[in-house]
């Protein structure tokens, strides 16, 4: 099976910068729309942005201006850099791909275990 690998994530505070990238394990032909979500305590996972394979963009109306998400399809990684973060950005941000082919699989949904992004006030 294939595994999504976050690396990043932290302890931040408020206003300050964090980045957190992702890649799937093993040997990959080729990833379909990729993004990162996120659940705070409490509350459900929701959108964060995601970015297609001709890296058009979306982002909830939350981050606009402050995130960007960009991928590298030579290195099938997916980045999130969160700029001037805030005390409601504390959460568990997990990367997501809708679909990926290996030599062996053709998956869809694929998630990572999550990375903790904690934003001190």
């Known amino acids: 099976q294939v595994q999504l690998v976050e690396s990043g994530g932290g302890l931040v505070q408020a206003g300050e910068s964090l980045s957190v990238s992702c890649v799937p394990s093993?040997?990959?032909?080729?990833?379909?729309?990729m993004g990162w979500y996120r659940q705070a305590p409490g509350k459900e996972r929701e959108l964060v942005a995601t970015?297609?394979?001709?890296?058009?963009?979306e982002y909830a109306d939350a981050v606009k201006g402050r995130f960007t998400i960009s991928r590298d399809n030579g290195k099938n990684t997916v980045y999130l850099q969160m700029n001037s973060l805030k005390p409601e950005d504390t959460a568990v941000y997990y990367c997501?791909?809708?679909?990926?082919?290996?030599?062996?699989?053709?998956?869809?949904?694929?998630w990572g275990q999550g990375t903790l992004v904690t934003v001190s006030s």
């Open positions: 997501y791909v809708d679909s990926i082919i290996t030599p062996r699989y053709r998956l869809r949904e694929v």
């Open positions: 093993g040997i990959i032909f080729s990833i379909g729309v």
């Open positions: 970015i297609t394979c001709s890296l058009s963009t």
